[in-house]
């Protein structure tokens, strides 16, 4: 597994990136993977190689480089101490829509000039904060987007005006919605709203929800649960398979 890392300019400054790729010849189709809102740590980092490892140049970026060299948290008590707790969400809430987007673009550029990366049409996956990440830059920079993948991902659909489920219109990717059990932040009726929009839009889509808890996929997350993780490589790789390959 070949991996580097390297660092994007975009608008807002320079963005620490990792570049995962297979071993053999490529190029290869390009993914961006979206962190949870503890950001990029060791997890991730595997998850990314995991991913590579199927046929896929990975981009795992640091969504917080705004903050400079921020502390990375222990996701064992990140929600329940109070202060990191608040460091985490305050960090979380610099992530605006705005940002996502432009950041995205600059990641696109970033694979379309990588030597390892073939393609103009990227896939871009995440997890909680990030599955949000994904569907938004599907809607927002939809040229660049062949497949947006969204595990746990919550706040898809809100009463604001941007809310994500809204940019469905715009959409020209594969989207992939796996929301967790009795999770607050995406619901069964918020699912239903984001299926209709998809459907009316459209978009081929698929919104299911996996017998497990909020964070299912992330091994470092409490709530991991080895079963859905399992399954949710396996809808990764059928939906990316689908959509960036030959």
């Given at each position: 597994?070949?991996?580097?890392?390297?660092?994007?300019?975009?608008?807002?400054?320079?963005?620490?990136?990792?570049?995962?790729?297979?071993?053999?010849?490529?190029?290869?189709?390009?993914?961006?993977?979206?962190?949870?809102?503890?950001?990029?740590?060791?997890?991730?980092?595997?998850?990314?190689?995991?991913?590579?490892?199927?046929?896929?140049?990975?981009?795992?970026?640091?969504?917080?480089?705004?903050?400079?060299?921020?502390?990375?948290?222990?996701?064992?008590?990140?929600?329940?101490?109070?202060?990191?707790?608040?460091?985490?969400?305050?960090?979380?809430?610099?992530?605006?829509?705005?940002?996502?987007?432009?950041?995205?673009?600059?990641?696109?550029?970033?694979?379309?000039?990588?030597?390892?990366?073939?393609?103009?049409?990227?896939?871009?996956?995440?997890?909680c904060m990030g599955g949000r990440i994904s569907v938004v830059v599907a809607g927002r920079v939809p040229e660049r987007v062949a497949a947006a993948a969204s595990f746990h991902g919550g706040g898809l659909v809100t009463d604001a005006p941007d809310s994500p489920h809204l940019l469905a219109e715009k959409m020209r990717a594969t989207i992939y919605i796996a929301g967790a059990e009795n999770d607050g932040s995406f619901t069964k009726k918020q699912a239903a709203?984001?299926?209709?929009?998809?459907?009316?839009?459209?978009?081929?889509?698929?919104?299911?929800?996996?017998?497990?808890?909020?964070?299912?996929?992330?091994?470092?997350?409490?709530?991991?649960?080895?079963?859905?993780?399992?399954?949710?490589?396996?809808?990764?790789?059928?939906?990316?398979?689908?959509?960036?390959?030959?």
């Amino acid at each position: 597994m070949a991996h580097v890392s390297d660092t994007i300019t975009t608008p807002d400054g320079s963005c620490p990136v990792q570049l995962f790729t297979p071993d053999g010849p490529g190029p290869w189709p390009g993914v961006v993977m979206y962190p949870d809102a503890g950001g990029v740590r060791q997890t991730f980092a595997e998850m990314a190689a995991e991913l590579a490892g199927s046929g896929y140049a990975v981009l795992l970026p640091d969504v917080y480089y705004r903050h400079g060299d921020w502390a990375p948290f222990d996701m064992a008590t990140a929600f329940s101490d109070a202060k990191q707790r608040g460091r985490l969400m305050s960090m979380l809430g610099s992530v605006t829509f705005d940002r996502a987007a432009t950041d995205a673009a600059a990641f696109f550029d970033y694979l379309a000039g990588r030597p390892e990366v073939r393609g103009e049409k990227f896939g871009v996956c995440g997890y909680c904060m990030g599955g949000r990440i994904s569907v938004v830059v599907a809607g927002r920079v939809p040229e660049r987007v062949a497949a947006a993948a969204s595990f746990h991902g919550g706040g898809l659909v809100t009463d604001a005006p941007d809310s994500p489920h809204l940019l469905a219109e715009k959409m020209r990717a594969t989207i992939y919605i796996a929301g967790a059990e009795n999770d607050g932040s995406f619901t069964k009726k918020q699912a239903a709203i984001l299926d209709e929009a998809l459907t009316s839009a459209g978009v081929e889509h698929t919104v299911e929800f996996y017998p497990a808890q909020h964070g299912f996929a992330v091994p470092d997350n409490p709530p991991y649960d080895a079963d859905a993780a399992a399954r949710h490589w396996a809808a990764l790789r059928r939906v990316f398979g689908a959509a960036l390959r030959d």
